[in-house]
């Protein structure tokens, strides 16, 4: 059984949240940002939040563009690659002042903090999850 929409929005607020937040609090101190870490912990989870708020509206559209597919869906690795115009748009949005709260984010720290986090959840939905859930598939995706 494929995910189905509402599985998918599950998913992908409850692991960006929980490890992506986990992860944020690890790398934030080490990330090029030049600005004091209480300041750069407000920057990172800010940009969090928005990949997760905009994540839920890249879903319909996603959920939109599968159902041409045959298989009303599409393969892992193209989650993968989803990153690339979601860490874009969110970057235009900073850039153009459209994430209230953040300022300014050099780009390296950005890179590092989206690239990385992206990676570790797309290979945790893909991996390690399905061992502990794995009637994840047989729910539609849904945890609950």
Known sequence: MLPTLNGRL?????????????WTLLITPV???GA????????TF????TVIVLGV???FLYHFLQQFRWEKD?????????????GL??????????VPGVAHVPGWAYLIQFVTTWFLIWAAQNGPLRVPFIRWRFNG???L
Request: charge should be neutral; charged fraction near 10%.
């Open 10 to 22: 599950q998913s992908r607020i409850l692991v960006t949240a929980i490890l992506g937040g986990i």
């Open 31 to 33: 990330l090029p940002t």
């Open 36 to 43: 004091p870490l209480g300041e750069s912990y407000r920057t």
């Open 46 to 49: 800010i940009i969090l939040l």
């Open 57 to 59: 509206l890249w879903e």
């Open 74 to 86: 599409w393969p892992s690795s193209w989650g993968l690659f989803t990153g690339i115009n979601e």
């Open 89 to 98: 748009l969110i970057w235009l949005l900073i850039n153009v002042g459209g």
């Open 141 to 143: 995706g849904r945890f």
